[in-house]
């Protein structure tokens, strides 16, 4: 975690200029995960991820255009098992889940001091389960609304839910046909979800030099 904080301090200090400075905002919030499944069998069995506390920080950059870009960094420790199948639970180990994202997030209304908000974010989840040396990599979107409440011009609290979807690559496919317009081209990838989280959080936002 203090590895992360100082990263994000790092990027900060070289991308922002002492004006841009001016309009950050920093978010350190904790929460909970509900329990998870897969959404697919595997030989009979789902993998479940049980419910935990989870925490993360966010540096967000507010545009002149009062959308934010913010960077997140969320983590959690849980459990992970298998169930379903002949027997009903079959192994159970300690599971790392960590999120990495870049969204925007947009006010709903345009208001000074309770600031409703739509967030839409991607990036990258890592699942590490921590009794095997592989660490499981996905791209991952995240969706969600909240709100800050400012209790002064530097500090606020912050409340959200997010859904959190990690993505992994179905396929790709390209198709090409003739007809009395000519001949046309198209193609498209595709992406499938084997398990879907949500969190519920709260914290508070620091405005530095607002």
């Not at 959404?39 to 009979?44: K, P, R």
């Not at 084997?194 to 914290?203: H, L, N, P, V």
Request: proline share 4%; glycine share 14%.
């Amino acid at each position: 975690m203090k590895k992360s904080i100082f990263t994000l301090a790092i990027i900060t200090s070289l991308f922002l200029s002492t004006s841009s400075f001016a309009q950050l905002e920093i978010h350190a919030y904790g929460g909970w995960l509900p329990p998870a499944k897969t959404m697919y069998t595997y030989s009979g069995y789902r993998l479940r991820i049980d419910d935990a506390g989870n925490f993360g920080v966010g540096v967000g950059y507010v545009t002149p255009y009062k959308v934010t870009a913010e960077f997140s960094y969320m983590r959690s420790s849980s459990t992970v098992s298998q169930t379903g199948g002949i027997i009903e639970v079959v192994e159970t180990q300690p599971i790392n889940v960590e999120y990495y994202q870049l969204g925007a997030l947009r006010p709903l209304i345009d208001n000074e001091k309770v600031v409703p908000y739509g967030l839409v974010s991607l990036g990258m989840a890592r699942f590490n389960p921590t009794e095997q040396s592989d660490d499981f990599f996905r791209f991952a979107v995240n969706a969600g609304l909240g709100v800050k409440y400012y209790l002064s011009d530097k500090l606020g609290i912050r409340f959200q839910s997010r859904l959190l979807v990690p993505l992994y690559f179905a396929g790709i496919g390209i198709g090409c046909g003739i007809g009395t317009g000519g001949t046309s081209c198209g193609g498209g990838a595709s992406f499938g979800s084997e398990i879907i989280q949500f969190d519920f959080t709260g914290g508070v936002v620091l405005r530095i030099n607002n």
